[in-house]
């Protein structure tokens, strides 16, 4: 995989990548001059902002209304498979905490598998994620000490007698709210309906997984960036030349005039084509598959006979925060390896800490995070590329005629407010402290620092005491040694900043520097 894709696919997930289906609806642009442009429509229904329903005004293209055979049923976010972490991510030593359609929950490893269940013990409401997994597999309330099985149901309260307890936990008022989960492919999976019904319908379907997607590595961001945007983001591969100099330039774009919906637009989802959009990747063929609600598969063909292949799962936490979990699908090291997971997370650590990679993803995040308190300040407001401008607008037009016909987007019904948060920008709240390969090595490095700093500080304690011996060969060699250390110290130092990265007032200025 070349160096500039590897990057595409990594960073537009982080941060992440007309015309209208042919059938009963019918797209045509009218770009060549302005006479051809029709007169103002209003087509009302057409989902704006984060699902909120408006009428919008469009004057480049024209639609012809689906006919009532095509209308699909409303798509219920609440009732679909959502990948919420990578497995390798997920510790099962204690419980994990997270936010799903934002509903927070925690995961645990019981002694029947995994388990979900809602993040409030139903004695106090405190946090489950705060308590601690038992060596039988139950999750403990760290408030009172309350204890649940993988089943939700209360397993033990402890300032209740033996036989008071096991009247209490018998009552269906002492369960925590549970929810399906399940592994698949390397992530874990939660339904967020909860009760008879939920696990019923659970079973009704599966995973959108690849087969093979478990043999490789999982990276996991949490952007504070909407799901809208995320999704849109993906499908709109023509922003590259322009927004991500550095890796591309403006001067590489190739126009993209072959972007076309290649299937009927379900509620299960549907697929797009288009060919290239830079110089170094005209010629090709490639195809979005967006597989309701998280899952986009994208697929390159290139004219060298080389294929691609990327996975990208979006799964809304918050109105502005998306759970993007990326399969690399870069091959793993070999088991028989000495060091093996040592090496792994230093590889892993090294790629995930480069400065370019995080000013590619940060040039979306902070365009993302533009679009999404612009559209939360009006939520009316229609963007033109909903309408198809240009063919390139297809892939984001596709989306929001999707979203408008199954009812509008996860939380449609909350209007929900943009709050801008420094916190949220550090790389180390999007990736690092969710990430086990990143933590481990951010505390090898710590230990490293403080080691060669000790070094260093007793390097010079010796080299002082030889000189005042009158041993300046050795004091000079111990001198050497003292300074080596220090700037393996400083070296360390730089590493570990190297998780956190900039100020926003001094990276902001970098991160579109050309």
Known sequence: MSTDLLLICLVESIASFALWPCGSTQTKNLLTSPSSVPPPRHQPGITTGFGVHSSTRATLSMTVAP?????????????????VMPISYAETDRPNAFTLLGRRMVLWRSADGWACVEDACPHRLAPLSTGRVKSDGNLMCRFHGWEFAGDGKCAKIPNASPEASASLCGSPETAATRFPVRDDGGLLWVWP????????????????????????EWIMTIPPVSYESMVENSMDPSHAPHLHEGTFAASEMVRLEEYEVASDIEPQGYLLKHGGYTQKNVGMDASRRFTAPSFVHVEYKLPSGKKQDFQLYFTPSTPFETRVMTNLQAPQLPAWLPARGLLTDLFHAFFLTRKGLWRFSDQDRLVMQGQDQTQSEDPHRAQLAWDIVSPSDTGVSTFRRWLERVGGGPFSASNPTFVPTKEGENRWNVHGKHCPSCRRTL??????????????????????????????????????????????????????RSFFGLERELWVPQVYAK
């Open 193 to 216: 309906e909860s009760g008879d019904a939920g696990f019923a319908n659970s079973l009704l379907s599966s995973p959108a997984v690849d087969p093979n997607a478990s043999k490789f």
């Open 67 to 83: 006919s009532a055979d095509t209308v699909i049923k409303r798509f219920t976010f609440e009732r679909a498979w959502y990948p």
């Open 443 to 496: 505390k090898l490095v710590d230990r490293l620092q403080k080691q060669f700093g000790k070094l260093s500080a007793a390097s010079a304690a010796v080299a002082a005491v030889l000189a005042i011996r009158g041993a300046l060969s050795r004091a000079i060699i111990a001198t050497a040694i003292s300074i080596l250390m220090q700037g393996a110290s400083m070296s360390m130092e730089r590493g570990r």
